[in-house]
């Protein structure tokens, strides 16, 4: 039972104050301090902020819902995210849209071919004046960065992403450097443009948590899209896209997610999910014991957007193809085939027996 929608429908209504002290539809720092206790209701503390921040990406993104979703999920679990479609379907304006609603530190890299490592972790530069060697930060360090044009970058800085993905520190010249406690990539690449472009390597594909196709708009949100900026050119609306939840918040969220409970059939089943790609003849390369983790995590994450504080297999369903699509390869003969990731995913979910 595959699921398409969004987790949840946007309020018809979300205070935009510029802080979310004063804003009654988004609980306040104090009201999450006894986040952690799921008896006590904070659960939909989760669902509030959730529909706050897709309340305000809605000023200016049409349609995404699922984008949406698995960005705020990303969040929730500490995960990196890949977003990959054609050009102009909105892909880097709803990352740095995304990174907007958050009360934390912000920046974009545009990925090239002559970028180098420096160019993003930084390096010594010495400093005449103290005879000494400072470190210059790269623009990776801040709490959300949005990586647009990943596959744009050679292979020697693509290496330069793996630690800070995976361990959030980064190691120059013998010194390591810790990331903040909110730490997250948003990723963007183009599947169709060849030229200058980098495939990345499946130890890279492994950091992210969930890759994204994002495919064109229907008909319907096309118009919805024209309609909404006929008289606004410069689409100023994304200037009045506010914060809505802090990093102390975000903490507390993640402290909810991590309390939901997940059964041991649940744990069992997705196991079960992950060894069916390692021996199914359908798949070259299956899903690592990281994939399971994610998988775990993400679930907890979809089962308290739903409002609930226990995973059930709907949750763990709907988070697989986005767990698996990029940490899979296909086999010669379905690649020669031109059979889609996503419906060998779906064989193997219909064919591992969902626990009763």
Known sequence: MEEKDGLNQTPESVNTN?????????????TLESST????????????????????????????????????????TKGHILIEGVPGVAKTLTARLFAK?????????????????????GTNIFNAK??????KQGPIF???????????????????????????????????????EAFMVLATQNPIDNEGTYNLPEAQLDRFIFKVVVDYPSLAEDIDI????????????????????????????????????????LLEYIARIIQETRTTGDLFLGASSR????????????????????????????VTKPVLNHRIILSPQREMEGVPAAVILQQIIE??????
């Open 18 to 30: 510029e802080t979310t002290d004063t804003n009654e539809s988004v609980p306040s720092d104090a």
């Open 37 to 76: 206790d799921l008896s006590a209701g904070r659960i939909n503390d989760v669902i509030d902020i959730a529909d706050a921040i897709k309340a305000q990406l809605s000023r200016v993104i049409v349609g995404q819902e699922e984008l949406m979703d698995l960005m705020i999920i990303s969040i929730l």
């Open 101 to 121: 609603t958050i009360d934390a530190d912000f920046s974009r890299i545009q990925f090239t071919p002559d970028l180098m490592p420096s160019d993003i972790l």
């Open 130 to 135: 103290t005879h000494d060697f400072e470190f």
């Open 142 to 180: 801040a709490d959300i960065v949005v990586a647009d044009e990943i596959n744009r970058a050679p292979a020697k800085t693509q290496a330069a992403m793996f630690e800070v993905m995976q361990e959030a520190q980064v190691s120059v010249d013998g010194t390591t450097r810790e990331m903040g």
């Open 226 to 265: 024209l309609k909404r900026f006929r008289s606004d050119f410069d689409m100023k609306e994304v200037e009045n896209v506010q914060k809505v939840v802090s990093l102390k918040q975000l903490l507390k969220l993640r402290g909810i997610v991590e309390s939901v409970s997940i059964s041991d059939q």
């Open 291 to 318: 994939a399971a983790l994610w998988m775990m995590k993400a679930s907890k994450a979809a089962a308290a957007l739903r409002g609930r504080n226990f995973v059930t297999p709907d949750d763990i369903r709907w």
């Open 351 to 356: 064919k591992v027996e969902v626990p009763r």
